[in-house]
T-cell receptor, first 114, second 114 residues
Framework: KAGVTQTPRYLIKTRGQQVTLSCSPI?????VSWYQQTPGQGLQFLFE???????NKGNFPGRFSGRQFSNSRSEMNVSTLELGDSALYLC?????????????FGPGTRLTVL | GNSVTQMEGPVTLSEEAFLTINCTYT??????LFWYVQYPGEGLQLLLK?????DKGSNKGFEATYRKETTSFHLEKGSVQVSDSAVYFC?????????????FGTGTQLKVEL
């Protein structure tokens, strides 16, 4: 069974631009969560989607948004990029919503904002 | 709010040495607790979890016991291998204003040498 895939793996943008990252969960998984990983802030939860609905969200500004499609694939969008948005963005999928079910992480998308 | 504190790294050990990585949490109630591992260039993998007090999670020789009296979930392994070199993250599931989320510690890098 294929694992969680994220595209693109690397991305370079400039300040003020917007970016869309994609995540394809493991087949059959309906929950997708997104995390931001930076050296300074560590791993921070962005949001969780289940059955096309946002179930939970972290403490990020409205520039960070996401959505989930009927096939459970998810995208996250960051508008008006800032230098501080440079990070590794990780996506995780699981069968059920919530976190006690095992989450499987993708390799991440490395975003660099210049 | 909820937080997770884990010992700073890097931790450098010789092969076959005993490992302890300390983790304490602050939370309302009794959250589920997790240890994740991140190998270089990869996403996170769930190592073990415990969903209630006094539970012991174990996997691949690693163990951690949920201690509510000390609000701790220390990771231990009796004999580490070079292949255990990675970054280890302690995490808890807890309620926030936006629903449940995973809160991570800052990560502890483990280096195992021959």
């Amino acid at each position: 069974k294929a694992g969680v895939t994220q595209t693109p793996r690397y991305l370079i943008k400039t300040r003020g631009q917007q970016v869309t990252l994609s995540c394809s969960p493991i087949s059959g998984h309906r929950s997708v969560s997104w995390y931001q990983q930076t050296p300074g802030q560590g791993l921070q939860f962005l949001f969780e989607y289940f059955s096309e609905t946002q179930r939970n969200k972290g403490n990020f500004p409205g520039r960070f948004s996401g959505r989930q499609f009927s096939n459970s694939r998810s995208e996250m969008n960051v508008s008006t990029l800032e230098l501080g948005d440079s990070a590794l963005y990780l996506c995780a999928s699981s069968l059920a919503e919530g976190f006690t079910d095992t989450q499987y992480f993708g390799p991440g998308t490395r975003l660099t904002v210049l | 709010g909820n937080s997770v504190t884990q010992m700073e790294g890097p931790v450098t050990l010789s092969e076959e040495a005993f490992l302890t990585i300390n983790c304490t949490y602050t939370a309302t109630g009794y959250p589920s607790l997790f240890w994740y591992v991140q190998y270089p260039g990869e996403g996170l993998q769930l190592l073990l979890k415990a969903t209630k007090a006094d539970d012991k999670g174990s996997n691949k020789g690693f163990e951690a016991t949920y201690r509510k009296e000390t609000t701790s979930f220390h990771l231990e392994k009796g004999s580490v291998q070079v292949s255990d070199s990675a970054v280890y993250f302690c995490a808890q599931e807890g309620l926030t204003g936006g629903g449940n989320k995973l809160t991570f510690g800052t990560g502890t890098q483990l280096k195992v040498e021959l």
